[in-house]
């Protein structure tokens, strides 16, 4: 062929909206089309080495493997896809041979394919990023995808709502809008839903509400036909959220600028974006019902601890607790070579005190001391305990001998300040305490019995010896 005719033939090419890329295997040089120079963003009137193309991507569409411009050529690759940031394209490849040199390719957008390969990569993001949501960043996801599923529909703005605990009402949680688009979301919280009683009549039935041309609208949706102008709405489709077959809120796009008739595919995808939005809402929601069934379990265990380790006349540690206590402090003691002291104390003459005033009465004088000798230990470990009946005991863990005395006189004025009349009393016309205390140096060996045994046995010396006393025993 001549110069000039090869011109003509590119000149021809030039005009056709096709990309023509020719190949001649002795100058090693490439000559592209117009519209092949637009695509893969060459500048050159010229033709061009291999190098030219090393700033573009291309990828066998088949097999997802890198390819060269050469090796584009020497195979026969049918489509291949041409990797942007933003916008992949996806470009069936027609090979021909054109003499003994010269090889051409045309490269043809295939929009369609595009467009799916496009939605399938968001759809991936979204799923991926929605699948194991946290409550921490559910917003951000559902933003990201409402602006997904608005572009890819090329709606004006898409919204998420949601039903409000009431039932009545709905809020527009999450929104996207396009550029230029007024956003709505703030004026659309808590709008109860009578005001749009056919959107929700056609919503409850079928979930789907899908409106090409709101003018179309049947006049008994007059009331979203006033909504939908306010915020100068052409064309509107939403779809329903469920859980547990129940409604609980919508997404929906909406077109400003332009009708839009909504096609099939607009259909499943929105479905698709709305069914991965439902789950992962559900997530959050199943996730939230765990956290507080867990808080609640915990809560209910701290009560039975509670109430296993309590005494419920008095209100303070029982007997059960007081055991377990003691064993454990014996041994923090034992470790820090530390003394502990234990108290043991019986109200004087309670029989009297029951059979004069009535067991309820009774009642009253021990929660009165339970409270009186708990009041008194202030110090980390110290425990108050209803040893039975209208005995009780101390521990004093960290004490010595000389301040466990001091302690047994702080109760002697602590009971005495209560001054409950106790004119059955032999001792004195209120009521008071015999107190029996003994302290150790534990070492690991020691038990808990023998600290009881010792302290028993110094009450009974202070019941002995006339009550209303603190009594030590010495072996
Ligand atoms: N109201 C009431 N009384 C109780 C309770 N537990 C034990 N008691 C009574 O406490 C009294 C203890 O009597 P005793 O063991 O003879 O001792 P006391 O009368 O205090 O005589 P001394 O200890 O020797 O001064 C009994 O009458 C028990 O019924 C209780 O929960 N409520």
Redesign the pocket.
Known sequence: MSHDSNNTIWQIFNLINLAVIAYDNKTHHYTLNQHAKTLLNINSDDAVSNDVFNNITLRDFNDDTLITIEQLFSSNITAVLLECEFSPQLLNVNHSIVNDSVSMITLEQDRTLTEQYNFDQIISKISTKLIDIQNDNIDQQINFALKAIGTVLKADRSYLFEFNTDNETITNTHEWVNTGIIACKDRLQNVPKVELPYFFEIMNESHLFQVNDIEQLPTKADAEKAEFKEQNIQSVLCIGLRFDEELVGFIGCDCVKTKRNWSKIDLIRIKLVGEIINNALKNINYKKKLQLTQQQLINANIKLNKLANTDA?TNIANRRFFDATLKSEIKRCARHNQPVSLIIC???????Y??NYG?QK??DA?KQVASALSSLCKREGDLAARYG??EFAIILPFTGLEQCEHFTTLIQQKIKSLKIAHDYSSVSNKLTI?IGYTTCLVTKASTSETLIKVADKALYLA?DSG?NKACTFEE
């Open positions: 006349l019986d109200i004087d003459f309670f029989k009297r029951n059979d067991h009774g009642d021990l009946g209208e015999s019941k009550r």
